[in-house]
């Protein structure tokens, strides 16, 4: 079964505004990756978040992760029509092999 | 220039026969996967691979066979048992396996099978 679900699963915004996509995961994790894809396309790695961080940046992206709720959250501020991507959170297995996906959601920017 | 390549890109067969997929990395990765994905959906973990001449079964392993002869390619095979193979398949290595090593994916390869 999936480990994260994010929510929404689709989101229409406007240039320039900014983006919130969350995640959820069942059991204890240690690592959560989010990432993207363009259409057609494969994934690219976007940011890591370990279990022990609480927030992480990247140019125009924040992460958080809270622990005690399961969840995370992906903040994509001032967005871009080339932002229009599907975004998944990636979490360990309970045994730290695998990695396993979420169903993502697809951002669409309006230009 | 490094990277992971996957070939072809768009790939058309006829049901009942078997079709291989390449996958290539230059990356000097351990670890090496393939995943399938549906319209609209996730992805699903078909097989996955840490080290020459080992692999192991993901989720949805049925009708697909790999094989690991070499460090940089991990091709993989949709047999005629896999019932509904028309789908987007994606190749991806990482430095290790485990749960924190960021995947990098190739390109992807559409297979349609009418």
């Known amino acids: 079964s999936q480990q994260g679900e994010e929510d929404p699963q689709a989101l229409s915004i406007q240039e320039g505004e900014n983006a919130t996509m969350n995640c959820s995961y069942k059991?204890?994790?240690?690592?959560l990756q989010w990432y993207r894809q363009n259409s057609g396309r494969g994934l690219v790695h976007l940011i890591l978040?370990?279990?022990?961080?609480r927030e992480k940046h990247s140019g125009r992206l924040r992460v958080t992760l809270d622990t005690s709720k399961k969840s995370s959250s992906l903040l994509i501020t001032a967005s871009r029509a080339a932002d229009t991507a599907s975004y998944f959170c990636?979490?360990?297995?309970?045994?730290?092999?695998?990695?396993?996906f979420g169903a993502g959601t697809r951002l669409f920017v309006k230009a | 220039d490094g990277g992971i390549t996957q070939s072809p890109k768009y790939l058309f067969r006829k049901e009942g026969q078997n079709v291989t997929l390449s996958c290539e990395q230059n990356?000097?990765?351990?670890?090496m996967y393939w995943y399938r994905q549906d319209p609209g959906q996730g992805l699903r973990l078909i097989y996955y691979?840490?080290?020459?001449?080992?692999?192991q079964k993901g989720d949805i392993a049925e009708g697909y066979s790999v094989s690991r002869e070499k460090k940089e390619s991990f091709p993989l095979t949709v047999t005629s048992a896999q019932k509904n193979p028309t789908a987007f398949y994606l190749c991806?290595?990482?430095?290790?396996?485990?749960?924190?090593?960021?995947?990098?994916f190739g390109p992807g390869t559409r297979l349609t099978v009418t």
């Open positions: 991806a290595s990482s430095m290790l396996l485990r749960g924190g090593y960021e995947q990098y």
């Open positions: 990356l000097n990765h351990d670890a």
């Open positions: 990636a979490t360990d297995d309970t045994g730290g092999f695998k990695t396993i």
């Open positions: 691979s840490q080290i020459v001449n080992d692999f």
């Open positions: 059991t204890s994790i240690n690592n």
């Open positions: 978040i370990r279990s022990n961080e």
